[in-house]
């Protein structure tokens, strides 16, 4: 296929227009000022050319700017100009099932008695649900006014702090005479996240033609990774995805990495561990289960389905916090939205602060060569400033050694810095080659709409392209990364190919 640009269905100048907010008071000013305000912009901005192109050559980065970002933003502008199809009705639908539950927790928290069972609403928070004031009230003034609780954290303006993640914290550390709070305190946390839910995806407005078309951030995040705006599709709930979907004779492809980060951080530490798994087809989440607890495959078949489960997902999460810079013992304190209005969460394993170190100390034995690499890591960045990515290019850290932070924002850049340069890699080549359609690129996921008679072609070409193996690639040289592929009419309702 040779590819078109801009595509065919780009709509005409004065469609985009239409796509401006034109409420903003700039875009009101008369024509004569914005002419002025057009020129300064203009020639300071043309001011500016040579000496970060200079800069750009002193430190070695033009060369990488001129290989990754030149070619990746023409790809990026066709991805953008497709948009995504809304479906209105799925929207308004979504929008009243939200409302419905936020009704529900509202006459939770209102029916709550502070000194005990659910009896009639309070005086306190009546009607006030919303006033940020009122809510602190009714958190930290005592009982009976209120519930009593111990304040956590401040805000900048040095009030104590309501926010979604005070309320968390307030709920995991309940001390036993606040008991009287858990029920209630779980409705305000899960009526703060449904109420973001409700201001930052239910009213997404679509353009001219249905399509939403989000401003794709591409140097928003260190690590290379695209994030949205407009809406911020890369932080959409799963249960809110079926808004998305394929015009008619078209469907919606998915092809995503497999487990991506995890095996770059096992062929970029030399983890023979992880490798033989990933490359005998072992599910490397069972294999971290054992080596994490101590038991050989022998005592992990003779587990309950139920326990296997909870334990590796618990192996999961210590893989994807542990190899990226968290902490074991932090592991322990994730929690689902402690609400009852809530689906309720699925069983976790349970186990302390202290075992959860012996745990980690356990894996680190076996994977000595993850702690190895890290020190590698912080050796070179604490002379250099620097470390290359093994699919080229070079990040920069100048924040002096000891910055808190720093250690851990050293160990997940190679691994998502990597990860999306091998995303761009792909996404050039698709957009180059085969004029791929992608609506889409999320992490470590492509979502393309395309002809359903085509569907077979483009699973074909996805595959090729995504799982090519590498060349010039430092420890990834020659390694094959497998994808799977899900296909279905909406975003949130794909099968598995």
Same mark, same amino acid.
């Given at each position: 296929? +040779?590819?078109?640009?801009?595509?065919?269905?780009?709509?005409?100048?004065?469609?985009?227009?239409?796509?401006?907010?034109?409420?903003?008071?700039?875009?009101?000013?008369?024509?004569?000022?914005?002419? @002025?305000?057009?020129?300064?912009?203009?020639?300071?901005?043309?001011?500016?050319?040579?000496?970060?192109?200079?800069?750009?050559?002193?430190?070695?980065?033009?060369?990488?700017?001129?290989?990754?970002?030149?070619?990746?933003?023409?790809?990026?502008?066709?991805?953008?100009?497709?948009?995504?199809? @809304?479906?209105? *009705?799925?929207?308004?639908?979504?929008?009243?099932?939200?409302?419905?539950?936020?009704?529900?927790?509202?006459?939770?928290?209102?029916?709550?008695?502070?000194?005990?069972?659910?009896?009639?609403?309070?005086?306190?928070?009546?009607?006030?649900?919303?006033?940020?004031?009122?809510?602190?009230?009714?958190? $930290?003034?005592?009982?009976?006014?209120?519930?009593?609780?111990?304040?956590?954290?401040?805000t900048d303006k040095g009030q104590w702090s309501v926010d979604l993640e005070t309320l968390f914290q307030l709920h995991k550390r309940l001390r036993k005479k606040d008991e009287h709070a858990r029920e209630?305190?779980?409705?305000?946390?899960?009526?703060?996240?449904?109420?973001?839910?409700?201001?930052?995806?239910?009213?997404?407005?679509?353009?001219?033609?249905?399509?939403?078309?989000?401003?794709?951030?591409?140097?928003?995040?260190?690590?290379?990774?695209?994030?949205?705006?407009?809406?911020?599709?890369?932080?959409?709930?799963?249960?809110?995805?079926?808004?998305?979907?394929?015009?008619?004779?078209?469907?919606?492809?998915?092809?995503?990495?497999?487990?991506?980060?995890?095996?770059?951080?096992?062929y970029l530490a030399g983890d023979q561990v992880s490798i033989r798994a990933f490359e005998t087809n072992v599910d490397v989440h069972s294999q971290n289960a054992c080596d994490l607890f101590g038991w050989?495959?022998?005592?992990?078949?003779?587990?309950?389905?139920? /326990?296997?489960?909870?334990?590796?997902d618990y192996s999961k999460m210590f893989l994807y916090r542990i190899g990226y810079g968290g902490s074991a013992a932090g592991i322990a304190e994730d929690v689902e939205c402690p609400c009852s209005v809530?689906?309720?969460?699925?069983?976790?394993?349970?186990?302390?602060?202290?075992?959860?170190?012996?745990?980690?100390?356990?894996?680190?034995? @076996?994977?000595?060569?993850?702690?190895?690499?890290?020190?590698?890591? $912080?050796?070179?960045?604490?002379?250099?400033?620097? $470390?290359?990515?093994?699919?080229?290019?070079?990040?920069?850290?100048?924040?002096?050694?000891?910055?808190?932070?720093?250690? +851990? *924002?050293?160990?997940?850049?190679?691994?998502?810095? +990597?990860?999306?340069?091998?995303?761009?890699?792909?996404?050039?080549?698709? /957009?180059?080659?085969?004029?791929?359609?992608?609506?889409?690129?999320?992490?470590?996921?492509?979502?393309?709409?395309?002809?359903?008679?085509?569907?077979?072609?483009?699973?074909?070409?996805?595959?090729?392209?995504? *799982?090519?193996?590498?060349?010039?690639?430092?420890?990834? +040289?020659?390694?094959?990364?497998?994808?799977?592929?899900?296909?279905?009419? /909406?975003?949130?309702?794909?099968?598995? @190919?």
């Amino acid at each position: 296929m +040779t590819p078109t640009f801009p595509p065919q269905d780009f709509p005409p100048a004065h469609r985009i227009l239409s796509w401006a907010n034109t409420k903003h008071k700039f875009i009101e000013l008369p024509d004569e000022t914005l002419g @002025v305000y057009n020129a300064y912009d203009t020639h300071f901005t043309a001011q500016l050319y040579k000496p970060l192109r200079d800069q750009l050559d002193k430190l070695e980065v033009l060369e990488d700017y001129e290989r990754w970002i030149v070619p990746l933003t023409s790809a990026v502008v066709r991805m953008q100009c497709r948009g995504m199809l @809304v479906d209105k *009705e799925a929207m308004h639908e979504y929008r009243l099932r939200i409302n419905r539950e936020l009704r529900e927790t509202d006459g939770k928290i209102l029916s709550h008695d502070n000194a005990g069972p659910l009896r009639e609403p309070t005086a306190t928070f009546t009607n006030s649900i919303g006033s940020t004031k009122k809510l602190r009230a009714f958190l $930290f003034d005592p009982v009976p006014e209120g519930l009593g609780l111990k304040p956590t954290r401040k805000t900048d303006k040095g009030q104590w702090s309501v926010d979604l993640e005070t309320l968390f914290q307030l709920h995991k550390r309940l001390r036993k005479k606040d008991e009287h709070a858990r029920e209630v305190l779980g409705a305000l946390y899960h009526r703060s996240k449904l109420n973001k839910t409700r201001t930052n995806y239910c009213f997404t407005k679509p353009d001219w033609d249905g399509r939403v078309r989000a401003d794709v951030k591409m140097a928003s995040a260190k690590t290379g990774r695209f994030a949205y705006a407009d809406p911020p599709l890369q932080q959409w709930p799963k249960d809110a995805r079926h808004v998305f979907i394929s015009k008619p004779g078209y469907v919606l492809l998915s092809r995503d990495y497999s487990q991506l980060e995890a095996r770059i951080l096992a062929y970029l530490a030399g983890d023979q561990v992880s490798i033989r798994a990933f490359e005998t087809n072992v599910d490397v989440h069972s294999q971290n289960a054992c080596d994490l607890f101590g038991w050989d495959y022998g005592d992990w078949d003779g587990l309950r389905d139920n /326990d296997r489960k909870i334990t590796r997902d618990y192996s999961k999460m210590f893989l994807y916090r542990i190899g990226y810079g968290g902490s074991a013992a932090g592991i322990a304190e994730d929690v689902e939205c402690p609400c009852s209005v809530c689906t309720r969460p699925g069983e976790s394993l349970q186990i302390t602060k202290e075992e959860a170190v012996e745990a980690e100390k356990r894996w680190y034995k @076996v994977h000595s060569a993850v702690p190895k690499y890290h020190r590698r890591l $912080f050796d070179q960045v604490r002379t250099h400033h620097y $470390f290359d990515y093994p699919l080229g290019g070079r990040r920069y850290f100048m924040s002096p050694w000891g910055t808190p932070g720093l250690e +851990t *924002e050293l160990k997940n850049a190679p691994m998502q810095g +990597t990860a999306a340069k091998r995303m761009a890699i792909a996404q050039v080549e698709l /957009d180059r080659d085969y004029d791929a359609p992608i609506v889409l690129q999320m992490h470590d996921e492509f979502l393309l709409e395309v002809p359903e008679n085509e569907l077979d072609y483009w699973v074909r070409v996805t595959k090729e392209v995504m *799982e090519r193996p590498l060349e010039d690639a430092g420890e990834l +040289t020659g390694v094959v990364l497998p994808t799977d592929c899900e296909v279905g009419r /909406d975003w949130g309702h794909l099968e598995e @190919v």
